[in-house]
């Protein structure tokens, strides 16, 4: 008897190319267009409005969750937004003497 191997022990989430966080996305989005387009039709909008604007909301959201995860990969998203988090760079404006200065006065204090 021959037995498949299970080969997606420890891989993240894929459903047709999308992978971890850019399939919630996916998800979520398709489920808040399906829910602003249920209020819009029954609020009173023109049917063919409320059609015509699902059907381009879930286009945006589908290109837009393809590209993204085209473009930054599976954990692509995440770096980019714990990169926005850091500083580009630290500013220390005081001289080097004085800062070595001020440590001893605080030793001479002590002592």
């Not at 080969?7 to 979520?28: D, H, M, P, R, T």
């Not at 023109?46 to 589908?62: M, R, T, Y």
């Not at 003497?97 to 204090?109: C, D, G, H, M, P």
């Amino acid at each position: 008897m021959e037995y498949n191997v299970n080969k997606g022990i420890g891989k993240s989430v894929e459903f047709n190319g999308l992978k971890s966080q850019y399939l919630f996305i996916f998800a979520g989005g398709l489920l808040a267009v399906f829910i602003v387009f249920v209020i819009m039709y029954m609020i009173g909008i023109d049917q063919w409005f409320c059609i015509g604007f699902g059907i381009v909301a879930a286009s945006v959201l589908v290109w837009l969750t393809f590209n993204l995860n085209a473009k930054y990969g599976e954990h692509g998203l995440m770096k980019l937004l714990a990169k926005r988090q850091h500083p580009r760079f630290l500013i220390n404006r005081r001289n080097s003497r004085r800062l070595f200065r001020r440590q001893k006065r605080k030793e001479a204090a002590h002592a």
